[in-house]
């Protein structure tokens, strides 16, 4: 027995030096990419136009920085100090430290002009390792003020801040709470923001915000009545590296709160992270600011992302699309003459006689509607004549618009909606397409197959674009409401546009990442190459709105009307740099529980492609960045078109890793 025991004992003191052996080796090989500069934090945030102040940046591997680098001329930015800190990362507390582990903090000096443009500005600076992540550096019109350095972690301790104005404040401790106090008037109402980094979200920081009425109790004159509160998290989406998951907008911000106020005396807001965490990375900004016509969300609306209801929808939105276009069969306008007109025809007469579905209308000028009531009733659907942008709003709740269009032929159509003040979950707009028997044709609600029960199937949500062929002339209505009878007030505004499908590069990410826990880097939109070696970029792009026919039971697939076809091209490398094409497993998930139902209908088709860049051995160092250009040509009927650009980075050559440890 004895024997046994120690046989066994061995055994597992084998087992544990097996893997801690493997652990030593796992954690050196992720400190082998914990080389390139880091930004963490910059304190304060934001300034105003017109303002000069002293910005403190701090973060890792930053040793011999000697420069700042923008981008962009909207202020000026001077380095003064570089030293490292006393501060040791919470993953690190328990291992010595190597100098290369070191945090340090850089001092810089900022002067802002009296014409710079409001909104989030990018930062970085520069070290013989090469560029850093870049952090924002918010600019306002309104007062920017700092955080009072006194106590006023309680009500009794607020501090008292005027109307309009933006604090830069910072959850430093362990439950921590920071307590603003203001004076508002009878009926008016206020929009209430906070506003934090990219970096801060990785670290853990949840912002939280209260309003509270100031109360008295016997038991406590610290008493306030909460009135509103808010925890979303806005502009910030999170995932894994190569899963082509992005941050929507520069800099994560919770959704505005706003608040009409019946009474007019003295109110409390307090701010907290959640958990009661606290850290000198928690930095914030409170943005107090009244709700009028010129009120203007701090949030970046999309620009392109076309799975987001932030997006702006504009008459210029089928230019756009037929930029980006992967068909030769694109209409010509009446106004471009006869000639042309022959062309197309001649065209359309092509695909009809190859019994290929018909090309799109020939394209009109798209018009915008404004939705009015009474139109609550399918007898009073206003018709509208297509391409149309309609704008309306779901004003109260159970409140359905109806719209009505006419189609004479096989029509390709695609319907987009844009939500203009707030978007799901507040508002989550429901689209429903019926003939004129009523039967339901389309919808934007997306469902999924269950994977046990073939005859079931789960809700998935709703999309903010659908696309379908409408294969019978006929006059369709059209409804839109809210998913629920509950939602419904002037806030609920909505654009939505009906247009021709148009087969386009939609989405394009880029990333420098590599896959998973491989790569520990912060921030992936820089390249930092040394001589000999070579880093990739991971492409995905969506081709949107592929019409296509499945030609057998297998899945193969005849593309109609545009295979989605592109090339990859990098424009601007420095001297000494080369591309070339790769391959690498992007996604290792396994397939899913749920299929979606009518797929083509809600999601587009995805293309994962990887450049690889690589100095040669004798490139020469950089000194500043140089921007380099990710460019997409769609390949047309044996044609590479018109460039599209998919991203710009900041590229230097730098100091092989192994020459600079030689050297300490």
């Known amino acids: 027995m004895n024997r046994l025991f120690k046989y066994l004992t061995s055994l597992s003191s084998l087992f544990i030096l097996i893997q801690m052996s493997l652990l030593a080796t796992d954690n050196n090989r992720f400190k082998v990419n914990q080389w390139e500069p880091e930004l963490h934090s910059i304190i304060p945030m ?40 006393d501060l040791i990362p919470t993953e690190a507390q328990s291992e010595k430290l190597s100098t290369n582990d070191r945090e340090y903090r850089l001092l810089i000096n900022l002067t802002i002009p009296l014409d710079a443009t409001p909104g989030p500005k990018p930062l970085r600076v520069i070290s013989p390792r090469g560029v850093s992540n870049q952090v924002y550096f918010q600019i306002y019109k309104d007062p920017v003020i700092s955080e009072t350095q006194l106590p006023h972690h309680a009500p009794s301790q607020a501090q008292l801040i005027n109307i309009p104005t933006v604090v830069n404040g910072v959850i430093k401790r362990q439950g921590e709470l920071d307590y603003y106090s203001l004076d508002v008037e009878t009926g008016q ?10 970096e801060a979200l990785e670290k853990g920081f949840r912002p939280h915000l209260k309003l509270l009425e100031p109360a008295r109790s016997w038991f406590s004159s610290e008493q306030a009545k909460q009135l509103a509160f808010n925890t979303e998290i806005r502009g910030a989406v999170t995932g894994e590296a190569g899963s082509g998951w992005r941050f929507i907008d520069s800099t994560p911000i919770n959704s505005e709160l706003t608040y009409k106020f019946t009474n007019g005396k003295r109110y409390l807001i307090q701010v907290a992270s959640e958990g009661f965490k606290g850290n000198s990375d928690y930095v914030y900004q409170l943005r107090v600011v009244p709700v009028n016509s010129k009120y203007d969300q701090h949030l970046a609306r999309s620009n392109w992302n076309e799975r987001s209801y932030l997006r702006e929808l504009n008459l210029k ?36 006689a190859n019994k290929i579905l018909p090309s799109p209308l020939i394209a009109r000028k798209v018009v915008k509607i404004s939705e009015h009531e009474p139109n609550d009733e399918p007898i009073k659907a206003l018709p509208v004549e297509l391409p149309v942008i309609i704008e309306g709003v779901v004003d109260r709740p159970g409140d359905v618009d109806y719209f009505k269009f006419k189609i004479n032929s096989t029509q390709r159509l695609a319907f987009e909606i844009e939500t203009q003040n707030i978007s799901p979950p507040h508002f989550n707009p429901r689209l429903e397409i019926r003939n004129s028997a009523g039967q339901s044709v389309l919808t934007n609600i997306h469902r999924l197959k269950e994977f046990r029960n073939p005859d079931g199937w789960v809700l998935k949500g ?26 419904g007030n002037q806030a609920c505004r909505y654009r939505l546009l009906i247009r021709p499908q148009i087969p386009h590069v939609g989405d394009i990410v880029v990333e420098t990442l590599m896959r998973g826990h491989q790569d520990t880097r912060i921030d992936p939109m820089r390249i930092n190459l040394e001589p000999g070696k070579a880093k990739v970029l991971n492409i995905k792009t969506q081709i949107e709105e592929i019409d296509d026919r499945s030609l057998d039971g297998r899945g193969e697939r005849a593309f109609d009307w545009g295979a989605g076809e592109i090339a990859f091209s990098v424009e601007g490398l420095p001297k000494g740099v080369s591309t070339y094409t790769g391959a690498a497993i992007l996604d ?14 809600f999601l587009p088709d995805t293309q994962k492609s990887i450049l690889v860049l690589r100095a040669d051995p004798d490139a020469e160092l950089t000194k500043i960045p140089q921007i380099i250009r990710i460019m997409v040509r769609p390949l047309i009927d044996g044609h590479l078109m018109k460039p599209l650009l998919a991203a710009e980075l900041p590229l230097m050559i730098v100091t092989s890793r192994s020459k600079t440890i030689a050297n300490k």
């Open 46 to 85: 934001g300034g105003s136009v017109g303002s000069s102040l002293e910005v403190e940046l701090r973060g890792k591997y930053l040793e011999g920085t000697y420069a700042t680098w923008l981008g962009h001329n909207t202020f000026k930015a001077k380095l003064v100090l570089v030293e490292p800190t």
């Open 189 to 198: 109402e206020l929009a209430f923001e906070v506003i934090f980094s990219r």
């Open 317 to 352: 939105h089928l230019d756009a699309l037929w930029n980006r276009t992967v068909t030769v069969n694109q209409p010509i306008s009446f106004s471009q003459g006869a000639k042309s007109l022959t062309e197309q025809l001649k065209r359309e007469s092509y695909y009809f």
């Open 462 to 487: 709703n999309e903010p674009k659908v696309i379908d062929t409408f294969d019978q002339p006929g006059e369709y209505s059209v409804e839109i409401r809210g998913v629920t009878s509950r939602s």
């Open 588 to 601: 290792v998930d396994g397939k899913g529980s749920y299929e979606s139902l009518n797929r083509s209908n």
